[in-house]
């Protein structure tokens, strides 16, 4: 990514430029490890910038989970919450919620302004990815694992569900070892 580009490279570090007039900043794309949040926040925001940490897809037509800056607070890793009237949930592979705390899959359980209706010529292949019979075939499958946070409800991506790792039974998402590895002392 490029926040991590960013702290290896000192050509474009952000100590290198002038970020005064920087008021709010933000992330997209891969989920950002709590580190890595650390350090954005330290060296491009200068522990002054609210983060706005984002969930959204191509397919949502715009952000779906993500803070009002200024007003919700922060917690490094987490996209936060839904925004008003996105129904969004963590449940397990037979669509059914888990609790807090808990893994599982990112899904969307109501319709919301600007979602895809279809995929254009394959009507089917939308459903099946989108709307998966294993997921009761009425359940915006976002193809994220996440967690929600048992005392704030605050939800974390932890990557795509399909790069996800067996280790001794437990199912990993990369994420999840990208944050051990780094947080590790070495």
Request: contains cysteine.
């Amino acid at each position: 990514s490029l926040i991590k580009a960013a702290e290896a490279d000192d050509k474009v570090h952000p100590k290198s430029y002038d970020l005064s007039s920087l008021r709010i900043i933000g992330t997209v794309g891969e989920p950002i490890n709590p580190e890595a949040w650390m350090w954005y926040h330290k060296y491009v925001g200068q522990e002054r910038c609210p983060i706005v940490d984002t969930w959204w897809q191509t397919e949502t037509g715009g952000h779906m989970i993500t803070p009002l800056p200024g007003a919700t607070p922060t917690v490094p890793g987490s996209c936060t919450l839904p925004l008003p009237g996105i129904m969004a949930a963590v449940v397990d592979e037979t669509g059914q919620d888990v609790p807090n705390g808990q893994g599982g899959i990112l899904v969307v359980k109501r319709p919301w302004p600007a979602m895809i209706r279809t995929i254009w010529g394959d009507p089917e292949r939308f459903k099946k990815s989108y709307y998966p019979e294993e997921l009761g075939g009425r359940l915006y499958l976002a193809g994220d694992g996440t967690v929600r946070d048992k005392d704030t409800g605050y939800f974390t991506i932890m990557g795509r569900i399909d790069d996800v790792l067996n280790v001794s039974g437990h199912r990993l998402g990369t994420m999840e070892i990208e944050s051990a590895l780094v947080s590790h002392e070495l």
